[in-house]
């Protein structure tokens, strides 16, 4: 098999596009930059992820609550969350031609590292450097920061003080909730709060495909912990020998990209990780990206430099995965984030946010494990996407794959057509399935490869003189030869 280091970006677009996984939105009439729409097998993948992400961390545990919140959000919210103030990125324009740049982009273009320059620096690095309008060489004027909130207005007066928020982050609904969720559901601490949505953020610059959109989806928990038992995690034993390949901030700062290979147990004991809950939840994202089908060998824990920290972190590690075309890209957050958002919810709403804990009454800290869903998405494919002898295959984990079966019969005769349909309609009832008749049936497998269907069930002639079919495996080609009757049962073990 052809490894995945050949992709590129415009490849696995086009191939995304053309089987009907994900297309620009309002395309007839030439797209919206940084907008997605999922085509049906994109829709299905969709839900797989979500369901399964769901399952692993509410359902199947007895201290995670779920919530669905607003996406227009109370105003308030925003201020006391950090936001207004503080979530922006700096906007260069082009004096010449009007065009405008994120400054960090625009730097990275040069090869200069900038997420965490502030506008002085920036300034003085585009002058030295003689950067220019990439599109028409004009000056480029002084970089300014630019809010990444979406705005809209509630009500028909259009005046301030009836603007809101889209919310950027699902994050702040399960603040605002959390008091509530306490007391109706009867939680004790430590506990999580989930919530899976869309959120908003208007990007200076979207690009990489689904990597930079600005409408995506977020899977957030919120794990509140009494302040005093940050190392109490009495179920760290489930990750403390998981191996992970870290990069601490000291690494970068010593201008370093080696990351070191540590178990959790160390990564905490050594300090690196500070809080022993941040470094469950780190193994806990681990275990749920390789379970659907993410290799960890592509995945590295880097940490946040100390200027690069968002307004309300302590500590922040970047779950990094490692794309052909772009390099090592954040897929997912997680970040220690204190006491911070809980205490200026209490600020500026003037309710309290303390909670009980053993007699004692506290305001807990926060662990923040938070995934983005389409850069999961993403990834997914980049890993599953393989050529072999000129055929693509996605190489989906059962678990994840849009269509987990197909049906074919050998040829389009009536009586192989009719097992066949039968088959399929059965089949239908407990698995996404697809049906096809025509072509030759390698051609059919091929289709239904392209497209990450595990499992094809075909119909032969020994099929209707004694009701067993094949089941053929992608990965393999494999085939095995049950009875229909046994189809069902043997289709889900096999997806287990
Ligand atoms: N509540 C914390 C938070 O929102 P973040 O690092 O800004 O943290 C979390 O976002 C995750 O959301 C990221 O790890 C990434 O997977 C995804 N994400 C962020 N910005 C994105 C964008 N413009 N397009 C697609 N996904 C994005």
């Not at 946040?304 to 772009?326: R, S």
């Not at 190489?395 to 269509?403: E, G, M, T």
């Not at 030759?440 to 099929?463: H, L, M």
């Amino acid at each position: 098999m052809q490894a995945t280091q050949t992709l590129t970006l415009e490849d696995l677009t086009s191939f995304c596009v053309r089987k009907g996984f994900f297309f620009p939105s309002g395309r007839i009439y030439g797209g919206l930059r940084g907008f997605y729409d999922y085509g049906p097998l994109g829709t299905e993948l969709r839900k797989e992820v979500l369901d399964d992400w769901w399952y692993f961390f509410v359902r199947r545990r007895v201290d995670m609550v779920g919530i669905h919140g607003c996406i227009i959000t109370h105003p308030k919210t925003w201020e006391a969350s950090g936001h207004v103030e503080a979530f922006f990125d700096y906007l260069v324009t082009c004096t010449k031609c009007g065009r405008e740049y994120r400054a960090d982009h625009l730097l990275e273009d040069y090869g200069i590292k900038a997420p965490t320059l502030n506008a002085e620096t920036i300034s003085s690095l585009i002058k030295e450097r003689g950067i220019k309008c990439p599109e028409c060489g004009g000056t480029l004027g002084e970089p300014a920061p630019f809010n990444l909130m979406f705005s809209t207005f509630i009500g028909p007066k259009r005046t301030k003080t009836n603007e809101a928020y889209l919310r950027p982050e699902t994050a702040q609904l399960i603040f605002l909730n959390f008091k509530d969720v306490y007391y109706s559901m009867g939680m004790k601490l430590p506990f999580g709060i989930a919530q899976i949505g869309e959120v908003f953020r208007n990007e200076i610059s979207p690009r990489g495909f689904l990597f930079r959109l600005r409408e995506f989806t977020q899977m957030e928990i919120e794990y509140f912990i009494n302040p005093c038992k940050l190392d109490d995690c009495p179920i760290f034993d489930e990750v403390a020998q998981m191996k992970v390949k870290l990069l601490p901030a000291e690494t970068q700062e010593a201008g370093s990209e080696e990351t070191v290979t540590i178990t959790l147990q160390e990564a905490w004991e050594k300090g690196l990780i500070k809080s022993k809950w941040h470094a469950y939840w780190i193994g806990e994202s681990l275990k749920w990206l390789s379970r659907i089908g993410i290799n960890l060998e592509k995945v590295r824990i880097r940490e946040h430099l100390k200027n690069e920290l968002a307004h309300y972190a302590v500590q922040t590690f970047d779950i990094e995965y490692y794309f052909p075309f772009m390099g090592w890209k954040e897929i997912e957050g997680i970040s220690n984030r204190g006491d911070y958002d809980l205490k200026r919810h209490q600020e500026f709403s003037g309710k309290s946010m303390a909670v009980e804990d053993d007699g004692e009454v506290v305001i807990p800290h926060v662990i923040e494990p938070s995934f983005g869903l389409e850069r999961i998405l993403l990834a997914l494919i980049v890993e599953a996407y393989k050529v072999s002898r000129g055929h693509t295959i996605l190489s989906l984990n059962p678990r994840v794959a849009p269509v987990k079966v197909a049906v074919f019969p050998i040829v389009d005769k009536p009586e192989f057509v009719k097992k066949a349909k039968s088959i399929y309609a059965n089949l239908k009832e407990h698995f996404t399935a697809m049906y096809e008749e025509k072509g030759t049936i390698g051609r059919r497998y091929y289709d239904a490869d392209e497209v990450g269907v595990p499992f094809a069930v075909t119909v032969d002639g020994r099929s209707l003189e004694d009701d067993t079919v094949t089941i053929r495996f992608r990965d393999t080609k494999e085939q095995i030869r049950i009875p229909i009757s046994e189809l069902v049962p043997t289709l889900k073990r096999l997806m287990e």
